[in-house]
């Protein structure tokens, strides 16, 4: 198993941003295309967006327009921008990373970090 730690999670008011990491350890993330998911309580776990190993990135409905995937090979290191957070955005979010090829499919990944919770709320 590849260790993934998130972090940048925490408690924002509706409207404002949020930056998550993925750090990788033991393993070059260069290789690998890194995948963010969510899930709220009594809610299955859903795709976020994911960046392939050449920078191309792509979005679940929802968050298109207010998030940004973004990764960092020299820091060994993935990102999700979030702007103008929603309530309904309130979940633990997780990276995930997979290769050669990116997945929308959560049961297609293997490796996962432990979690970060984002609470949207006033």
């Known amino acids: 198993q590849l260790q993934l730690v998130e972090s940048g999670g925490g408690l924002v008011q509706p409207g404002g941003s949020l930056t998550l990491s993925c750090a990788a350890s033991?393993?070059?993330?260069?290789?690998?295309?890194i995948a963010w998911f969510r899930q709220a309580p009594g809610k299955e776990r859903e795709f976020v967006a994911a960046?392939?190993?050449?920078?191309?990135?792509f979005y679940a409905d929802f968050a298109k327009r207010r998030f940004i995937i973004d990764r960092d090979n020299a820091k060994n290191t993935g990102y999700l921008q979030m702007n103008s957070l929603r309530p309904e955005d309130t979940a633990v979010y997780y990276c995930?990373?997979?290769?050669?090829?990116?997945?929308?499919?959560?049961?297609?990944?293997?490796?996962w970090g432990q979690g970060t919770q984002v609470t949207v709320s006033s």
């Open positions: 995930a990373v997979i290769s050669p090829f990116v997945s929308r499919q959560a049961t297609d990944y293997a490796d």
């Open positions: 033991e393993f070059s993330l260069a290789y690998y295309a």
């Open positions: 960046i392939n190993r050449n920078g191309f990135s």
